[in-house]
């Protein structure tokens, strides 16, 4: 099996070059090798290398500065996937795309399914679902896996945010009006990887299975919960901080205005895709553990 990974610096992508290893021959590339500003540029390295499946786990992700690149936004995130598909179509493989919460506009009072009404709000939002529905048109086999919240050790996100803030200031201010389930890239590209290796070997399930899941960790909180329990579980761990979880105030979203909105409600139903693939998905507290002592002990915050 042959699989081109594009955004191997990423989050999700650095994990995936872990996960996908074990099922065969793993093409990585990073921005400079697969430039998805340059949508065309695609065409030459997907008919080069003539894998079975790619996998994007590149996009634009700046949410708020999306609100002032829509054009660069879209190309990344929709365009370039666009030409994606048709090549990955006219080799008859699959494509792996990774899509988002913000594709909804978040008013939903329980977990939103794959069929629910789409209707996002901020121009990042609209960008992957541009991605969407450009797979969607060209029809090659896919999995669109939307997912939320997401999280690892390397790179940038909300927990290492607040692990940081938490060593200079004795008091943090976080939103409480917002839930979802904080998502690992570990996790993403463990299931990725499982579904994979699972359409390889189960033909009749490969035939029936192209299309669109949702793929978060168990259980909800909000982003005031997650930062209660992120410092938490560093002062259990023995970090230095001047900030303990009392001391960490809930504000609303109004009170924290930004550029792009935000779902309120965030939920995504994943049972689709526990009962497609027999996946047992861990709550998100398990993988949040893990990251903060991998944090804290080697002195890496």
């Known amino acids: 099996m042959k699989i081109l990974l594009l955004g191997k610096d990423g989050q999700v992508g650095w994990e995936l070059q872990r996960a996908l290893a074990p099922l065969g021959n793993v093409i990585a590339c990073n921005r400079n090798e697969a430039d998805l500003e340059q949508p065309e ?32 936004a879209t190309r990344i995130n929709a365009e370039s996937v666009s030409v994606l598909a048709e090549e990955v179509k006219k080799l008859d493989g699959w494509l792996v795309h ?17 069929t629910d009404a789409t209707a996002p709000q901020s121009v990042y939002g609209k960008s992957k679902r541009a991605g969407e529905l450009a797979i969607e048109a060209v ?11 997401v ?11 607040m692990l940081r803030l938490a060593k200079d200031r004795e008091e943090l201010k976080v939103v409480c009006d917002q839930i979802g389930a904080p998502t690992s890239a570990e996790l993403i590209a463990d299931v990725t990887a499982l579904v994979l290796h699972r359409l390889a070997y189960d033909q009749p399930l490969a035939e029936r299975t192209s299309g669109t899941y949702h793929l978060v960790a168990d259980g909800e909180t909000s982003w005031h919960g997650y930062a209660q329990f992120v410092i938490a579980e560093a002062l259990r761990h023995g970090a230095n ?9 809930p504000i ?19 049972q689709k895709l526990r009962d497609t693939f ?19 002990q080697p002195g890496i915050l």
Request: positive net charge.
């Open 151 to 161: 999280f690892a050790t390397r790179g940038s996100n909300f927990a290492k945010t």
């Open 98 to 114: 990774y899509s988002t919460d913000y594709v909804f506009d978040g008013n939903k009072h329980g977990t939103y399914l794959e």
């Open 139 to 149: 029809g090659c086999k896919h999995l669109i896996l939307r997912t939320s919240w």
């Open 41 to 72: 540029t695609l065409r030459h390295l997907v008919r080069s290398i003539a894998p079975s499946i790619v996998v994007n786990a590149a996009a634009y992700t700046a949410v708020d500065r999306a609100e002032l690149e829509p054009e660069r």
């Open 252 to 270: 609303t979203t109004a009170e924290y205005p930004l550029p792009a909105h935000r779902p309120t409600n965030s939920r995504l139903n994943t």
């Open 278 to 296: 027999g996946i047992t998905l861990p709550s998100w507290q398990m993988h949040v553990q893990r990251m903060v002592a991998e944090i804290i």
């Open 241 to 249: 901080l001047k900030s303990v979880p009392e001391r960490i105030l």
